[in-house]
Nanobody, 125 residues
């Protein structure tokens, strides 16, 4: 019933920008904290960014601070990840996730009950 659908991935040169979107359905969107995670080939899934239900609190991995911005539009049931100054090490499949509990540890994967299928981001010359 719950669906999270990511979009906006693609190929971009180092230093470029992309904006990812995650459209949610089958849930009351404003009741959920939202997060972005990524997984590179041969690597474990890692936290990227999170945002609370109202958009007033944000968290970022150290590796993306100052470059990525997470936002949400509750009227559109959508969370976004604006990615600037992209680096080759940002190459990964990016997943959005929904947390109904408002976890005090949003950087962990376990609090998120629902996950999207992912969108591929390739940063290369």
């Amino acid at each position: 019933q719950v669906q999270l659908v990511e979009s906006g991935g693609g190929l971009v040169q180092p230093g470029g920008s992309l904006r990812l979107s995650c459209a949610a359905s089958g849930l009351t969107f404003s009741n959920y904290d939202m997060g972005w995670f990524r997984q590179a080939p041969g690597k474990a899934r890692e936290f990227v960014a999170a945002i609370n239900w109202s958009g007033t609190i944000r968290y970022y991995a150290d590796s993306v601070k100052g470059r990525f911005t997470i936002t949400r539009d509750n009227a559109k049931n959508t969370v976004y990840l604006q990615m600037n100054s992209l680096k080759p090490e940002d190459t990964a499949v990016y997943y959005c996730a929904a947390d109904p509990r408002g976890s005090a540890w949003p950087t962990l994967s376990d609090p998120y009950d629902y996950w999207g299928q992912g969108t591929q981001v390739n940063v290369s010359t």
